[in-house]
Nanobody, 117 residues
């Protein structure tokens, strides 16, 4: 059974840091591109960060560049999102996503991040 389980979200003050984790199971994790998305209330889901299957390529939304870092551990089947210098506009539910050949195949249920001003 395929699962993506996010964790690490919580309430944090502006300027603080969080590390989100997404544990994968039920598929060959090392063959998949992994992405973090987020969705704020009343807004569309947006792509935050992407990491290649080997972890050697990353990409970020302009809004988080320089503050967030995506990484992965293909032994632990886990992808991470280190978030620094958090802002109130980073408040959202954060989802991890697994893609292969450009097709979005699996989603987690999300973890809530709330940044207070």
């Amino acid at each position: 059974q395929v699962q993506l389980v996010e964790s690490g979200g919580r309430l944090v003050q502006a300027g603080g840091s969080l590390r989100l984790s997404c544990a994968a199971s039920g598929f060959l994790f090392s063959r998949y591109v992994m992405k973090w998305y987020r969705q704020a209330p009343g807004k569309e889901r947006e792509l935050v960060a992407t990491i290649g299957d080997a972890g050697d390529s990353t990409d970020y939304a302009d809004s988080v560049k320089g503050r967030f870092t995506i990484s992965r551990d293909n032994v632990k089947n886990t992808v991470y999102l280190q978030m620094n210098s958090l802002k109130p506009e980073d408040t959202a539910v954060y989802y991890c996503n697994a893609q292969r050949f450009g097709v979005s195949l699996y989603w987690g249920r999300g973890t809530q991040v709330t940044v207070s001003s």
